[in-house]
């Protein structure tokens, strides 16, 4: 009956951000595709942090090197292919997502969330001191790729409403995927080793691989979001891969609860809904949002993911005492 609840909860969800483009708002409508992107790249952090146990501050480089590659690789004054352009800058935040790794998996704990950092960092000055990137002004995207095949066009990424559905299609693509990932043998492993990876080992696990494998995977994904920013605003620049970047992404994480691919969802929806009703209420913003954050963590151990299950668990407690 769990399981009958979650997937009508879920199907729910979809059929409500499915209705969006219906209110015909302009700005809700650009505002919920920002929060889906982030909600993808939320997930791809949460493959590491929530399942595997590898807490990343420099996700955010990923995300970045997939929304450069995808203004780098398209000409100027022409729309560039989204079947070219698509796979090659998700593949490139793939790319350096394993070289990365090979370097900092050899560390553990506050180490390796401080080498994570420093090669985020290390990225994000590549673009903005280089003239690669564009230095601090970035780089436009002056047309939006096109989804043309042998003439015929599926659907129009100009389009509001096209690109809306093609980045919820994407997100459905990508929890699908996560969920079967995780269901599967390789992602038991990587539970096992966020339980405890010295047991992994001496079953015969090398999980230096299995967390490789993760690492560049969850890069990948990362670029997915990447790649679906840079379309929807047109624009990169060097702050996507900054570490403030990174440490929101983790705050989303944190705020639906880790380990749980429908709470980082919804942990994007609530930390971009704060940032615009907070935004439009003070000037001293941020200050009311860290306060609130803080006391999301003391208060709701878990996440919002975790809400439902402390609730039936008060009912059934009321209850028995009756």
């Given at each position: 009956?769990?399981?009958?609840?979650?997937?009508i909860?879920k199907?729910?969800g979809l059929a409500?951000?499915?209705?969006v483009?219906?209110?015909?708002e302009?700005?809700?409508?650009?505002?919920?595709?920002?929060?889906l992107?982030l909600?993808?790249?939320?997930m791809?952090?949460?493959?590491?942090?929530g399942?595997t146990?590898?807490v990343?501050f420099g996700?955010a480089a990923y995300f970045g090197?997939?929304a450069?590659?995808?203004a780098?690789?398209s000409?100027k004054?022409e729309a560039a292919s989204?079947?070219?352009?698509l796979?090659?800058?998700?593949?490139l935040?793939?790319?350096?997502?394993?070289?990365v790794?090979?370097?900092v998996?050899?560390?553990?704990?506050?180490?390796?969330?401080m080498v994570?950092?420093?090669f985020?960092?290390?990225?994000?000055?590549?673009?903005?001191?280089?003239?690669?990137?564009?230095?601090?002004?970035?780089?436009?995207l002056?047309?939006?790729?096109?989804?043309?095949i042998?003439?015929?066009?599926p659907f129009d990424?100009?389009?509001a409403?096209h690109l809306y559905?093609?980045?919820?299609?994407?997100?459905v693509?990508v929890y699908a995927?996560l969920?079967?990932?995780?269901?599967?043998?390789?992602?038991r492993?990587?539970?096992?080793?966020?339980s405890?990876e010295h047991?992994?080992?001496?079953m015969?696990?090398?999980?230096?691989?299995?967390?490789?494998?993760?690492f560049?995977l969850?890069g990948?994904?990362?670029?997915?979001a990447?790649?679906?920013?840079a379309?929807v605003f047109?624009?990169?620049t060097?702050?996507?891969?900054s570490?403030h970047?990174?440490g929101?992404?983790?705050?989303m994480?944190?705020?639906?609860?880790?380990g749980?691919?429908v709470g980082a969802i919804?942990?994007?929806f609530?930390?971009?809904g704060?940032?615009e009703?907070f935004?439009n209420?003070?000037?001293?913003?941020?200050?009311v949002m860290?306060?609130?954050?803080?006391?999301?963590?003391?208060?709701?151990?878990?996440?919002?993911?975790?809400v439902p299950?402390r609730?039936?668990?008060?009912?059934?407690?009321g209850g028995?005492?009756?």
């Amino acid at each position: 009956m769990s399981s009958l609840n979650s997937t009508i909860f879920k199907l729910a969800g979809l059929a409500l951000l499915a209705c969006v483009p219906l209110t015909g708002e302009s700005f809700y409508v650009e505002l919920a595709a920002k929060t889906l992107v982030l909600a993808i790249f939320a997930m791809s952090l949460d493959l590491l942090v929530g399942f595997t146990g590898l807490v990343s501050f420099g996700h955010a480089a990923y995300f970045g090197v997939a929304a450069y590659s995808v203004a780098l690789l398209s000409p100027k004054y022409e729309a560039a292919s989204l079947w070219y352009v698509l796979p090659a800058s998700v593949g490139l935040s793939a790319l350096a997502a394993l070289v990365v790794g090979l370097f900092v998996l050899r560390t553990k704990g506050i180490y390796f969330i401080m080498v994570t950092l420093a090669f985020a960092q290390l990225a994000f000055f590549v673009f903005h001191d280089t003239p690669l990137g564009g230095g601090s002004d970035g780089i436009y995207l002056n047309v939006k790729p096109t989804a043309a095949i042998a003439g015929w066009v599926p659907f129009d990424l100009d389009n509001a409403t096209h690109l809306y559905y093609f980045i919820l299609g994407a997100l459905v693509v990508v929890y699908a995927f996560l969920a079967r990932i995780l269901q599967s043998p390789f992602g038991r492993v990587l539970v096992g080793i966020k339980s405890n990876e010295h047991r992994m080992q001496s079953m015969g696990y090398l999980t230096f691989r299995y967390k490789l494998a993760a690492f560049a995977l969850a890069g990948g994904l990362g670029g997915v979001a990447g790649f679906l920013y840079a379309v929807v605003f047109g624009f990169v620049t060097p702050e996507l891969l900054s570490w403030h970047q990174s440490g929101n992404v983790l705050l989303m994480v944190i705020l639906g609860g880790m380990g749980n691919l429908v709470g980082a969802i919804a942990g994007a929806f609530v930390f971009t809904g704060m940032q615009e009703v907070f935004g439009n209420w003070t000037k001293h913003w941020q200050l009311v949002m860290g306060c609130v954050i803080v006391a999301a963590v003391l208060f709701m151990p878990g996440g919002l993911s975790a809400v439902p299950g402390r609730i039936k668990r008060a009912l059934q407690g009321g209850g028995s005492n009756e």
